[in-house]
């Protein structure tokens, strides 16, 4: 089990909405043709943004998942053509193990699904 233990349902605990429901005024808005080739995202702040919701750090990094996965389609239906994100960095070596480890479990996971 990935995260056994920590509560965690995705079906459950994120509030996302899939990208349909968006006005698709705003993507009627956008110049396609002055959409950038190549998008970086550095993902940063899910475990803080967990701890103030009150829950464990691991939870944001799911929700950051969740992110990842509307951007990657929000880029797509615009037209970006390489999507590069920033999700690991040599610091994060210095966290505490189990969450290092909950880390490195959830990108197998999340690459091999």
Known sequence: M???G???DTNKELNLRPLSEFSMSLFDQIDT????????II?????????SQGRERIFGHFNGVEAVRASLKAATKVGTKY????AFSTENWNRPKEEVEALM????????S
Not at 33 to 40: E, G, I, L
Request: proline share 3%; with cysteine; hydrophobic share 45%.
């Open 43 to 51: 993902m940063d702040g899910n475990g803080r943004w967990a701890k």
């Open 83 to 86: 999507l590069t994100l920033y």
């Open 6 to 8: 920590c509560g965690f």
């Open 2 to 4: 990935l995260m056994e």
């Open 33 to 40: 043709t002055r959409v950038p080739r190549h998008v970086a």
């Open 105 to 112: 479990n959830l990108l197998v996971h999340t690459v091999m």
